[in-house]
């Protein structure tokens, strides 16, 4: 049993969430649950396998595990292709991105507003978290050469 499952078994009485709850809930948290511990209403979230909570109205998050705070850095790592967007709000999800509106999906996906699932750059700036491999082999490939293995493979 994971970490996180030990957490919702141990409260298992959870409250309804208010708007306010959902409000102050980083995007990268998917699961997540409102309880009371010695007498505060707190937060608990899934983060990985582990647990984190926070006691709105601070943004603060803390690895249940350990009692050490999550920095907000960790959080904001989780968000792939971000350096590509304008506007990042890491609790509402909402941004831009070659100028049209699109959203992070609770499912960890970028959408645009009708739904379509949004295709980003395939090169990475230097120094950003966009999570893909260089392209620098395509770059370096011979467009003789790939004919010709094309035509190999066709016969």
Request: hydrophobic fraction near 30%; include cysteine; glycine fraction near 2%.
């Amino acid at each position: 049993m994971i970490f996180w499952e030990k957490v919702l078994l141990k409260y298992p009485t959870k409250l309804q969430a208010s708007e306010e709850d959902a409000e102050h809930l980083p995007i990268v948290f998917s699961k997540w649950f409102v309880a009371y511990n010695q007498g505060e209403r707190v937060i608990f979230a899934r983060l990985h396998h582990n647990c984190v909570w926070s006691v709105p109205p601070s943004k603060t998050w803390t690895d249940y595990n350990t009692s050490k705070d999550v920095p907000l850095e960790t959080l904001l790592d989780l968000v792939p292709y971000r350096d590509q967007v304008t506007d990042f709000n890491l609790y509402t999800g909402r941004v831009k991105y070659n100028d049209k509106d699109v959203i992070w999906t609770p499912i960890h996906q970028w959408k645009y507003r009708n739904n379509r699932t949004v295709h980003f750059n395939e090169t990475p700036t230097e120094g950003t978290n966009s999570k893909l491999s260089s392209n620098k082999d395509s770059e370096k490939s011979n467009p003789d050469k790939d004919t010709a293995q094309v035509e190999d493979l066709l016969r």
